[in-house]
């Protein structure tokens, strides 16, 4: 079945009001308000950015969002899991202060800000999929209480799995730390000999510290977590991976987690797809990098495969060819998209309405 997808071209960021009020009219167009209903608690499921990044959805824009849900009658909160790696969100102390800084505050949003899986990321309970991976998935416990999400999610590029959209954004930043290390146990980099030149860039940014450097970089295969950011950061190609955890099953994981997550709350979800800055690497990474394209849009639906599949035929369309089979030829991200529609999480199928 066909799932309808709206979309509202955004081609100036600068102006945060501007964005705010066509994030409106998006949310109008797809029905956020009738959808969120009332007597309900409602996630605004967000990437605050981590520390040094600057291309995450910015708070005055999302500020739409959370004025429909709470017209409607029902509760909301901002909210987002702790990561795996070491660093600014790694538990919720430092994850809420990082928040703060960027600007998430209650102050400026009317909303406050939950770390969904607690204090240190364990904050998890099972749920049962079986499917092809897991018979269960571990998914943050404030999140299962939610009865339903608004998911925003800055589109971008990703290291290990091509695209980085709303199932990413659902299927991992949902996921406690639980099942987080379950998605990455088995990836592990490897260290090219002859393109390493010592020069410590991956060490300074390895978030567990499994990297020493001497006359090459060497990488501490018990410290590793698989995280990918040797990779990202690695400019001569020097870091490549061991793919016995492939992208395509890493993708199926995501997915399944995507299906744990949105249980029983799939008629009351609505995803928003920013493809404002889009980057070769996700906003997990702590720098800032030049997007991309320029800005396109925003692609709105209450089917998580649809909106993702828009999207990255959007940007296609918009750029003139497939940026995310560029920047990492070697992944297939439509893995995702074809299992996603497999397991019933949604449809590739869909209707791009424009709105003006």
């Not at 824009?61 to 009658?73: H, N, T, Y």
């Not at 538990?91 to 009317?110: I, K, M, P, S, W």
Request: a negative charge; charged letters at 25%.
């Amino acid at each position: 079945m066909s799932a309808e997808v709206f979309f509202i071209r955004v081609d100036d960021i600068s102006d945060d009001a501007s964005v705010a009020e066509r994030v409106g009219r998006l949310a109008d167009a797809v029905g956020l308000s009738e959808i969120a209903g009332a007597d309900l608690m409602y996630m605004l499921k967000i990437h605050f950015g981590e520390r040094g990044n600057e291309t995450y959805v910015k708070p005055p824009w999302i500020k739409p969002l959370v004025e429909r849900v709470q017209r409607a009658g029902s509760k909301i909160f901002l909210g987002d899991t702790n990561t795996l790696y070491v660093g600014s969100r790694s538990n919720a102390v430092d994850h809420l202060a990082l928040a703060h800084d960027h600007g998430f505050t209650y102050e400026r949003l009317g909303a406050p800000v939950v770390i969904a899986d607690g204090l240190l990321g364990e904050n998890q309970s099972p749920v049962e999929v079986n499917l092809k991976h897991y018979p269960q998935v571990y998914i943050a416990n404030d999140a299962q209480a939610a009865d339903g999400f608004v998911v925003v999610t800055n589109i971008t590029g990703h290291v290990q799995t091509g695209l980085a959209g709303s199932i990413k954004n659902v299927g991992m930043g949902l996921a406690g730390r639980g099942g987080k290390r379950s998605q990455h146990c088995q990836m592990r980099p490897k260290v090219n000999k002859k393109k390493c030149v010592a020069c410590g860039v991956c060490a300074r940014w390895c978030p567990a510290d499994a990297i020493t450097v001497g006359d090459r970089a060497v990488i501490d295969p018990d410290k590793c977590i698989g995280c990918g950011e040797c990779y990202a950061v690695c400019r001569y190609g020097a870091i490549s991976f061991r793919w016995s955890e492939t992208s395509a099953n890493l993708q199926e994981k995501l997915v399944e987690h995507c299906v744990g997550a949105l249980e029983g709350k799939r008629d009351r979800s609505v995803f928003f797809n920013f493809m404002t800055a889009v980057t070769e690497n996700c906003n997990c990474i702590g720098r800032t990098e030049e997007p991309l394209a320029p800005p396109i849009g925003i692609a709105a639906s209450t089917d998580i495969v649809a909106v993702d599949k828009a999207s990255a035929d959007i940007i296609r369309r918009e750029c003139g060819e497939d940026l995310f089979r560029k920047i990492y030829p070697s992944w297939d991200y439509t893995v995702q998209l074809s299992y996603g529609e497999q397991t019933g999480l949604g449809s590739q199928e869909y209707t791009l309405v424009e709105v003006s």
